[in-house]
Structures are given as C-alpha cells and as structure tokens.
C-alpha cells in the first residue's frame, strides 16, 4: 500500500524557518513526481511546489519563490520542502502528493496527484 507522511510542521515565528519532510512506504519515490501544496483556513487548497521524477525540474507558485526550495533524498526516500523566511500567510495544513505521471503544465494543480499524505500544521505567528 502506498503511504505518504509528512512532518517538521510546528509554530515559527515570522521571519523563520521550518523545514517540511515526505516521505514514503511501499514505493520509491525517485520514481514519482512530487507536489506540496497547503491550505489555508477557509481557503481552498493550493499547489505550491512541485519537483519532477524526469529531471528534478522544480516549479514555485509566485508566493514562495525565492523562500521555499523543494528537493529529494533519495538514499532516504525523502523530499524536502525547506521554507525560509516564513510569513504568517504561510499558515495552514501542508500536503504532499506524488503521482507517477504528472503533465508538467498541471505541475501544482491537485487534480494531478493520486496519493496524498495526512497534512502537517504549519503555525507562522509572533
């Protein structure tokens, strides 16, 4: 059965940094594309990161660039979102997703991804 588990979710205070672990059972995940995305309270859930299983192209939505990097690990069948300078719109339950197959123009849109973890609580507040 495939598994995704995500953890590293916690309070950080503006300005911070917390790093974000997916990781995998039953599966290796060098061989799936793999998507974080997060929701807000009362907001929808958005893509916010994603990372191929073809060349490890990387993809940002526009609100993370430049403070938020995706990689792999794959000796430990880990990805990593690393997420730096935290602002409290960054508050909300954290996702990944991995999908074998995944178009790269769709690369953050949830629709893409079959197999989701639980979600992890990222807390960004003074």
């Known amino acids: 059965q495939l598994q995704l588990v995500e953890s590293g979710g916690g309070l950080a205070q503006p300005g911070g940094a917390l790093r974000l672990s997916c990781s995998a059972s039953?599966?290796?995940?060098?061989?799936?594309?793999i998507g974080w995305f997060r929701q807000a309270p009362g907001k929808e859930r958005e893509g916010i990161s994603y990372?191929?299983?073809?060349?490890?192209?990387?993809y940002y939505t526009d609100s993370v660039k430049g403070r938020f990097t995706i990689s792999r690990d794959n000796a430990k069948n880990a990805v990593y979102l690393q997420m730096n300078n935290l602002k409290p719109e960054d508050t909300g339950v954290y996702y990944c997703a991995a999908d074998s197959h995944v178009y790269s123009w769709a690369a953050l849109s949830e629709y893409e991804y079959g197999y989701w973890g639980q979600g992890t609580q990222v807390t960004v507040s003074s």
């Open positions: 039953g599966f290796n995940l060098d061989t799936f594309a």
């Open positions: 990372i191929s299983n073809t060349d490890d192209t990387t």
